[in-house]
């Protein structure tokens, strides 16, 4: 993208954060761009026959065909995850796996990841899911989990993106374990508003209560918007509010625990103490780093929007890894982790990836080195079929190249599932495919290059994909 202006950049960028809805919106602008930067990648993708011989018989040889995708439902037995066996040894000493996406909008994404996660707790011990989502929102959600449905929890905890039928499985199978001796532990790490909002319910002070109501509402507006002076004369107002929120929940923990209103998550208060200095980190750095990028953005000034909006990315993803490390060194220190993402945020060089609506350093790239060691990322991808982005509206995935990633596993295995390591290889003549810049997409129409190796441990391919079928409301 080097030679793309800053206002189509910034066009691209916006289409990314709003689930590539602009994409398909604005298709007759961007397309001369898009072509230049597909021409671009697939120069690197391109290759010879004989290369693409070798590739692919490598890759039949090595690749794991899943049964199917689907969870289990009802009892679990030995012969549930027959096929996800070869998990164990690559996963033998991992205290934190990567569960990834590339689109927030596939229905058998969702119904893969809620079986590998049934796995991973039955059989290794991965006792805590960590979602992208908000760390109040599901841990507020989680201490409620046995005394409300399955799909309450779902719309209490996870953001409205993951709202699907396919989805469901996966809180219906936390509920269930509650019962045993070996809880699935639900907790989250984004620092983003999410609906709903805190409202200080926990407080039982009605009057403090509704002071942090109207924060967190007046918050989430400005964050929003453009109005950056008038936040600026609030800005100390609302910090304040969380400021004596936190004072008047930590004063009432030594009074009455509050967990005795929320059964299931013994762990609330340190998670809501957690939630409510990241509100004044939010309130004091992030909000205004959000305005700035919506009155540039507003006021076509590209360049600053394109800076500004990346400078925000880095900041969440930041926030994000610093709540999962404190999660996992402070609240749950000797559980093994589950985490929910999208590709981007866990990938392990993102800023290397040429064609990234996002070429900045997220998440995964962040992980300190000694976490790395400890971690698989676990990227997924479609091969074919329809994906829907944020907005719920539907697109195709786009035909694969000769030579991309998505084809070079897909056309070897001929199975609607394929599982790949990549950690575990040397470099060598059938997989020097992983080794070397390849093509993928992103959210199934984005064109990346990268170097599949270096972003990931390991690779699910899922043909014939669909979106979810979503379920709408607040209830």
Known sequence: MGKMNKRKLAGIIAAAVLGV??????APVYAAELNQMGEAVSKVARTTKEALADWEAWTRDH????????PVEGKINKESFKDLAMLKPLLHDKRIVFLG???HGVAEFNQAKTRLIQYLHEEMGYNVLAFESGLSNASLAYGQIGSQSAEQTMKDSIFGVWWSKEILP????????????KPLMLTGFDMQFQYPLMDGRWLKDEKLAERLKQAEEKLADYAGGTELEAYQKEKNRLIGVYKGVLRALQAKEREEPIEALY?????????LERSLQDRIRVAD????LSIKANRSYAEEDYTAYAETFLESMEWRDQAMLDNLLWLATEVYPNEKFIVWAHNDHIRKAHSEVMGSPYPVKLMGERLPEEWKKYSYVLGLYPVSGKTSDNSGAVHDVLPLEEGSIESIVSQASRSPYTFIDLKYRSNERGNSWMFEPRYAYSWGMIPESFVARDQYDGLLLID????PQ?????K
């Open 21 to 26: 809805q602009l994409f398909a919106s604005t």
């Open 63 to 70: 690749a794991y065909r899943l049964d199917t995708i689907k």
């Open 101 to 103: 996406e590339s689109s």
């Open 170 to 181: 996966l809180f219906d199978y936390l509920k269930v374990t509650q019962d045993s001796e």
């Open 263 to 271: 059964p299931s998550n013994p762990k609330l208060v340190k998670q």
């Open 285 to 288: 750095e992030y909000v205004e």
């Open 464 to 467: 014939d994909v669909h979106p």
């Open 470 to 474: 979503y379920i709408r409301g607040s």
